[in-house]
């Protein structure tokens, strides 16, 4: 079993639709969480970033941990096409937000005009 | 800040060469990080350095793989004897650690090396 499970999609939605993308994760030491953007053939990008559980906001994001059920979400609002691209879950624990990431697969998402 | 500098973004080899991939950090970062990217997968952790000192390195990196970062700036990921299976994207990023253990320094990614092995 990984230690991080992201379905890999793709998903499809219209554009203004609300996505949701979704991680679950086995190590409880997980403590840094993060989503990145990855557009193809490019490096990935960071969205938004988490400590601990809770929720944060940023624009059209919203990223929302569960520690208790180790399960993580990225919610866009309003989606737009150019909101198309790879979607990475990444974490990690002991030592800090900068120790090595643990990834998902990521999910493909594309938004339909 | 010119964000996380790698070359050559694409390299096409033939099996059994050498190859060497440079990254350059974001200058004020003390930590640097090399991972591998396959289709459909995930980054994979390959290894990291804190300043020049390479602190940890992953199962995946097989003895045909050599980083260093002598240094403290830039670093290298040389691949020798290359092998079909070693074509994936190799992706340098670089943080600024400091002492706080929650003070919410991340990991930035430059746009990757791209390695097909023929």
């Known amino acids: 079993q990984k230690e991080v499970e992201q379905d890999p999609g793709p998903l499809s939605v219209p554009e203004g639709a609300i996505v949701s993308l979704n991680c679950t994760y086995s190590?409880?030491?997980?403590?840094?969480f993060m989503w990145y953007r990855q557009y193809s053939r490019k490096g990935p990008e960071l969205l938004m970033y988490t400590y601990s559980s809770g929720n944060k906001e940023d624009g059209r994001f919203t990223a929302q941990v569960d520690k208790s059920s180790k399960y993580i979400s990225l919610f866009i609002r309003d989606s737009q096409p150019s909101d198309s691209a790879t979607y990475l879950c990444?974490?990690?624990?002991?030592?800090?937000?900068?120790?090595?990431?643990?990834f998902g697969t990521g999910t493909l998402l594309a938004v339909q005009p | 800040d010119t964000g996380v500098s790698q070359d050559p973004r694409h390299k096409i080899t033939k099996r059994g060469q050498n190859v060497t991939f440079r990254c350059d950090p974001i200058?004020?970062?003390?930590?640097l990080y090399w991972y591998r990217q396959t289709l459909g997968q995930g980054p994979e952790f390959l290894t990291y350095?804190?300043?020049?000192?390479?602190?940890?390195k992953s199962r995946l990196l097989s003895d045909r793989f050599s980083a260093e970062r002598p240094k403290g700036s830039f670093s290298t990921l040389e691949i020798q004897r290359t092998e079909q299976g070693d074509s994936a994207m190799y992706l340098c990023?670089?943080?600024?650690?400091?002492?706080?253990?929650?003070?919410?320094?991340?990991?930035?990614f430059g746009e990757g090396s791209w390695l097909t092995v023929v």
């Open positions: 350095f804190q300043n020049e000192a390479q602190l940890e």
């Open positions: 200058s004020e970062h003390n930590r």
């Open positions: 990444a974490m990690s624990g002991y030592g800090g937000a900068t120790n090595k990431l643990i």
């Open positions: 190590n409880s030491a997980f403590q840094y």
């Open positions: 990023a670089s943080s600024l650690v400091l002492r706080r253990e929650n003070s919410g320094n991340t990991i930035y």
